[in-house]
């Protein structure tokens, strides 16, 4: 069964947001739902092989939190 709801956020616009940053605010926000947090990561891409930009991951003990920009 199911303890959560599904959100989608979509952000544009967001010059200067750092996946450092979004990483830190996925895991606060985590925390604050009560839903156990198993692990977290940050990938941040220089331009070189994939574009700009970075993926944060939140991994939940039943599902996860992840932004990608």
Do not use: Q, Y
């Amino acid at each position: 069964m199911a303890h959560g709801s599904h959100i989608m956020l979509d952000c544009t616009g967001a010059v200067g947001v750092s996946g450092t940053w979004m990483l830190s605010l996925m895991e606060k926000a985590v925390d604050a739902s009560g839903a156990r947090r198993v692990h977290s990561h940050n990938e941040d891409f220089d331009g070189s092989v994939s574009p700009l930009g970075f993926a944060s991951v939140v991994l939940l003990d039943e599902s996860h939190v992840s932004a990608h920009c």
